[in-house]
């Protein structure tokens, strides 16, 4: 059993804090991933609110893995400025360092119709402004493979890695293939050495028509790629995401923590069953 390395996206399982923390501490688990309370972006609390979200995350004795942004994702195409970017950038930045992590996860912009060499060029100027942001800070940029430029391609995501610099670095999620139209094994094993955080989800269905169910119950090669992991000798976090309720880019927000905890006691069973030493 890998149990340090268990975590999961907070908000999965409930929108208020309180139920969050129960809903990982009910699973016995010691990490979370911070993405929103209450309905709010981690970067748009006020420093009251997110005082009481360091004080109750500290006092549950959680460890904070990852905090997820909207750099890049789905609501900011790459023809937007940059200005809401580098300000959400600096302010998890800062809350990176009160909670203890060195994590945000982006993504790589929506086209916004713009030709591919026009895109590509964007996403790699905009890419390295961030990483050099980010190194400033002393923080790490993790790109998860969902939407924009690099979301699906793993030669496009190696490119991500090289204009980012030594602050980005990838966020592989075991179960976005599925909506997205690739094989997460075959990505998975392009850009191993370069995965430093684990999103597990998984789905049936087609892409853009995904339906999501427990892990290892869809076609995403869940137990695949988990035995890759940790064939290869990954020590980061499996962070649980199920999305069986709470969908952000569909405006769907979980109401019962009851999915997220099934899910997580099924991420527990496959990863007691893959092999626990390096290859």
């Known amino acids: 059993m890998h149990a340090d390395q268990l975590a999961g996206i907070g908000d999965e399982a409930a929108a208020a804090l309180p139920e969050q923390i129960a809903a990982i501490t009910e699973l016995g688990w010691r990490g979370i991933e911070l993405r929103a309370v209450d309905g709010l972006a981690l970067a748009d609390l006020d420093s009251s609110r997110f005082l009481r979200v360091h004080r109750a995350v500290r006092a549950a004795g959680l460890r904070v893995v990852c905090l997820d942004s ?3 994702n789905w609501s900011r195409p790459i023809t937007a400025p940059p200005t809401a970017d580098l ?7 800062e809350r990176c360092a009160s909670l203890g992590t060195r994590y945000i996860r982006i993504m790589s912009y929506l086209s916004d119709g713009l030709d591919e060499p026009e895109w590509q ?8 402004l961030l990483g050099d942001r980010a190194a400033r800070h002393g923080v790490v940029l993790l790109h998860e493979n969902c939407s924009g430029w690099a979301g699906s ?9 090289d204009a980012g610099g030594p602050c980005l670095r990838l966020l592989f999620d075991v179960g976005n293939g ?3 139209g690739y094989d997460a094994v075959d990505v998975l094993q392009r850009i ?7 999103h597990v989800k998984d789905a049936v269905g087609s892409p853009g028509h995904a339906e999501y169910v427990l892990p290892g119950d869809g076609n995403a090669r869940v137990r695949d790629c988990l035995r890759m992991l940790l064939d290869h000798g990954y020590t980061g976090a499996f962070s649980l ?10 405006g769907l927000a979980a109401s019962d923590p009851a999915p997220f905890l099934r899910a997580g006691r099924r991420l527990e069973e496959l990863l007691q ?3 626990t030493g390096a290859a």
């Open 153 to 161: 391609d793993p030669k496009r995501m190696l490119r991500l890695v």
């Open 70 to 72: 909207r750099v890049g």
């Open 87 to 93: 300000r959400e950038l600096d302010v998890l930045a």
């Open 273 to 275: 069953a893959a092999p």
């Open 121 to 128: 060029a964007r996403v790699l100027d905009r890419i390295a």
């Open 241 to 250: 995401e199920p999305h069986l309720l709470t969908r952000p880019h569909e």
């Open 192 to 198: 191993l050495p370069h995965v430093e955080h684990v």
């Open 178 to 180: 599925v909506d997205h």
